[in-house]
């Protein structure tokens, strides 16, 4: 059981870990949120699914260890597609901005796919 005061609480912890985090450089910043992020979609497909979420609360998801903006997406255009294929075009942004082009092709061939089925 977590204590609820005292040392190690976490009233205690998370004001430090909040404080370390905001000293780091912006880089490492986002390699340790992203690190963070594989953890948990790792865990569990519950867990997965409420990270996802989350960060599309904010206007993201994560994709092959990247945050997408989902707004790359016209809203216009998305409100026609199946969320698997919205998915499959955010996957080939984020390889695309990665320079594995072929890889955004292929991503963006199956978001195409899963439209015709």
Not at 2 to 9: C, F, K, P, T, Y
Not at 16 to 33: P, R, S, W
Request: charged share 20%; glycine share 8%.
């Amino acid at each position: 059981m977590e204590a609820r005061s005292g040392l190690g609480s976490r009233a205690e912890v998370i004001p430090a870990i909040d404080k370390l985090f905001g000293e780091l450089y912006k880089d490492a910043q986002e390699n340790a949120l992203c690190i963070i992020a594989e953890c948990l979609i790792a865990e569990s497909p519950q867990l997965a699914e409420s990270v996802q979420e989350i960060l599309g609360k904010d206007g993201y998801q994560f994709i092959d260890g990247s945050f997408v903006p989902v707004g790359l997406l016209d809203q216009r255009e998305a409100k026609f597609l199946p969320i698997s294929s919205a998915t499959e075009i955010a996957r080939a942004t984020s390889r695309l901005i990665n320079g594995d082009y072929s890889g955004a092709i292929t991503s963006a061939c199956g978001a195409v796919d899963i439209v015709m089925q």
